[in-house]
């Protein structure tokens, strides 16, 4: 009897455990298929990740992957009731969505324990494919020529071109660059060291746009759909007459030459990156840049600390260049300077002003790739606040972390909202900045609606009038949640547009070809100080 009884007691844990087991909630599945959004085909070996409360981790969110079988079919088990994030890669595709660029992203709702949705689907577009050859005046293949492909963006406040992908030409002249999201694109030829084609010679390779112009204003754009390919981009390059520009660096303080430094020459109109107009000063701070056409440049000189702590040295000069060489260019450099300012607190409002944080942003086009980051500024408890190391130049300020139902705008410029713009002079410091916090912000409350029905996980977008559609800090971003209801607070008095995606990338909200394209669809909206819309949107498709 004495080994009977454990036995009969271990039986009857395991019973109440077991029994334990079955009153614990039930865990939830997705599974699904991931597909080519064109031929509805599966695709094999796609990588399929999830992100959410999954019930191993509570309400914690965590990221899963698996890999889709033989016929694109993936699992994702024991999950809890929640909201999750489903995206999908494949080598040479790409979001189907408003966005059109990375991953296709789509969001699920599990409302019940024990709930199943067996039939999710994730299509992903196929990209598009351009190709083509470059060849010379006479025909002849031009090889390690740089290709790059380019669509309009906003760039430091402005619209510009932005790379998207590039490639090289072989030694057959030829390019073929791949997985492109749908859009339009131009093509910029160039070599990234332009040199005189014979020994003495002043005629170089200059960058050159599709289909065979040197000006950019005359580029043709090229329209990619999903999956297609534009074969036979071909381009010629003919040699231009170029010239060659000399200087130094010297220190604008000291006066003594900079040894060292790197120097850019970078076209007003559209400026390209990598630069193709670069050089290295030597010891004694000279230098000489070869295969410049003639234009209107910003020329830049950056030098490195002369030790660990030291910070570099900057200057900027705008430089005109005619059809003659330039043998005398002198660039001034300086070390950064501290810009300075205040927030005061409009009314008796308590805030606490040290979770706002100050970011400052150049306002030339060029400076994303050649002024270099400066560091974001924490406001102190008194609304105090620096930046450090701010080279001479342009800029916009903004601030983040605003409390909610606030906005800030500047009083140095007396009162314009938008004006948050500065100018900071070669080696001079800018103080006494005047911003103030107004407790009087407006706000969108509403809901989303998909086929007359609540759309959970999508995205609401404001826009700004398009006046204002150039600074960052006029936008807001967010997403609905399970009931298909959204809340945005903090909106600067104005007019706005206000829209709804099944899905779209980050970036896309300042991509004016993005937003042209769905102009139509959004909702106009007029804020006054206080005021509190609220607004019901129908959601864009992302097919």
Known sequence: MRRVLPAFLLFTAALAFAQDASDASPTSRISGTVIDSVTQQPLAGSEVTLRGPTASSGSNWKSLSVTADAEGHFTFDGLAVGRYIISAFQTGYVNMGPGRAGSRMRTANLTAPGQTLDDFTVALTPGGVISGHVTNSAGKPLNQVTVQVLRHEYISGHIDLGEVSSAQTGKSGEYHITSLSPGHYFLRFLY???????????????????????????????????GEELGAMDATLTPRHTMTVKGTVVDAVTKTLCSDSEINLIPKEGAIFPSPYHASADAKGRFEIHGVPAGEYIATAEVEGEASHATKKFGQKPVRISEANVDNLELLVARGVEVSGRIRIDGKTIVDLTQITGSIDSTETWAREYGGEIEDAHVRSDGSFIFYDVPEGSYRISFSAVPPGTYIKSSTSGGAVEDTSISVPRAQSVTALDFSLNPN?????????????????????????????????????????????????????GDYKLFAFDDMRRGAMMDPDFLAEFETAGKDVTLKEGDSATIQIDVIPSD
């Open 192 to 226: 990234l060291d332009p040199q005189p084609q014979k020994p003495g010679s002043d005629e170089a390779y200059i960058a050159t746009y599709y289909p065979g112009t040197t000006d950019q204003s005359q580029a043709i754009a090229l329209t990619i759909r999903a």
């Open 441 to 493: 912000a407006a706000s969108i409350t509403g809901a989303a609606l998909s086929d007359e029905q609540p759309a959970p996980g999508v995205v609401v977008l404001v826009v700004p009038s398009a006046d204002r559609r150039s600074i960052y800090h006029f936008y807001k971003r967010v997403v609905t949640d399970s009931q298909g209801k959204f809340s945005i607070a903090g909106l600067i008095p």
